[in-house]
């Protein structure tokens, strides 16, 4: 494996079986649609939609198509990511002013000035319904 890095190749299995995961999630209850990328995502709240649109026009390119991460940025349909560890509060500073690396090795975000506040609620929507439709709910943070 010539160029790639243990994490990297880590980080690709680990994509792999959380793509997985949503197809046989999704499959079995049958609520679900097929995405340009094969990810199957469940049936979403119309305001979810409109930030799906949203998310696929500002954030796909680093987070992925439906937010299961690129080599460039995490995957949002992380369980690092529930509600009670990122607060939505955090998803605002965060498209807002930015964010620092922290949990992943992708370097710092930049803040991402042309996405509203009112958008960023949209794209939450989106996320969240993503994130609870496959088990990921509000755990409190405990360090």
């Not at 990122?86 to 922290?102: E, L, M, W």
């Amino acid at each position: 494996m010539k160029g790639l890095t243990v994490s990297s190749f880590a980080f690709a299995v680990a994509i792999l079986v959380l793509a997985g995961m949503l197809m046989a999630h999704f499959g079995v209850f049958g609520r679900a649609s097929t995405s340009p990328n094969g990810v199957i995502v469940p049936a979403v709240s119309g305001e979810a939609l409109a930030g799906q649109a949203i998310f696929e026009a500002n954030c796909a390119s680093c987070h992925g198509i439906n937010g299961v991460g690129t080599n460039k940025g995490p995957p949002l349909v992380h369980d690092i990511y529930n509600p009670g560890h990122h607060s939505d509060d955090a998803f605002y500073r965060a498209v807002r002013n930015g964010v620092h690396q922290h949990h992943w090795p992708f370097g710092n975000m930049p803040a991402q000035t042309q996405v509203s506040e009112s958008q960023v609620a949209q794209i939450l929507s989106y996320v969240r319904e993503l994130q609870a439709a496959i088990g990921i709910h509000y755990r409190p943070h405990r360090m």
